[in-house]
T-cell receptor, first 114, second 114 residues
Framework: AQTVTQSQPEMSVQEAETVTLSCTYDTSENNYYLFWYKQPPSRQMILVIRQEAYKQQNATENRFSVNFQKAAKSFSLKISDSQLGDTAMYFCAYYGGSQGNLIFGKGTKLSVKP | NAGVMQNPRHLVRRRGQEARLRCSPMKGHSHVYWYRQLPEEGLKFMVYLQKENIIDESGMPKERFSAEFPKEGPSILRIQQVVRGDSAAYFC????????????FGPGTRLTVT
């Protein structure tokens, strides 16, 4: 069975600095997708970034980028120039072709300090 | 273009009552997923439905929980005889037939059982 592990329950970063959130996963599939979702205090789940496993190039969305290491089954999220509005829970998620649902990690609570 | 709608946003039920949670997918989406988020946890898959069909209910508790997605109207997650352990946030997500992996989430329903 596929699993997603986020080993950092909580992290903090100073405003304007860079922070990296870790995620590892386990799968025997070759084609899959990985996601980072942000959940602010409003609890709305917001898609931050997506990575297709068949693409070697790391995905980037403005201040958010990933370091995708397929062989190591690692998928970390880097947030550059952190802003107060980045304070939220961040969830790593996996989607494989053999099932229709997303599999989530337990989340990392990120606090951005002024 | 409205996103995924869920109602109610907050629901309080006494032990033994029934809870009905509604989800209207994004326009053009015919696939609906229900997830449950317990306090301090990530989202856990419950059930995957298409119009008039349950595709995968492997994450649903065997008793008291049911889901439907009729030809007309929203998807309904129904919890009979609620217990305190059912208190959680319940999220609905939808996707189109193209790009199953991209799921868009509603704002969630916070169920509190007293």
């Amino acid at each position: 069975a596929q699993t997603v592990t986020q080993s950092q329950p909580e992290m903090s970063v100073q405003e304007a600095e860079t922070v990296t959130l870790s995620c590892t996963y386990d799968t025997s599939e070759n084609n899959y997708y990985l996601f980072w979702y942000k959940q602010p205090p409003s609890r709305q789940m917001i898609l931050v970034i997506r990575q297709e496993a068949y693409k070697q190039q790391n995905a980037t969305e403005n201040r958010f980028s990933v370091n995708f290491q397929k062989a190591a089954k690692s998928f970390s999220l880097k947030i550059s120039d952190s802003q107060l509005g980045d304070t939220a829970m961040y969830f790593c998620a996996y989607y494989g072709g053999s099932q229709g649902n997303l599999i989530f990690g337990k989340g990392t609570k990120l606090s951005v300090k002024p | 273009n409205a996103g995924v709608m869920q109602n109610p946003r907050h629901l309080v039920r006494r032990r033994g009552q029934e809870a009905r949670l509604r989800c209207s997918p994004m326009k053009g989406h015919s696939h609906v997923y229900w997830y449950r988020q317990l306090p301090e946890e990530g989202l856990k898959f419950m059930v995957y439905l298409q119009k008039e069909n349950i595709i995968d209910e492997s994450g649903m508790p065997k008793e008291r929980f049911s889901a439907e997605f009729p030809k007309e109207g929203p998807s309904i997650l129904r919890i009979q005889q609620v217990v305190r352990g059912d208190s959680a946030a319940y999220f609905c997500a939808s996707s189109s037939g193209l790009g199953f992996y991209e799921q868009y989430f509603g704002p969630g329903t916070r169920l509190t059982v007293t």
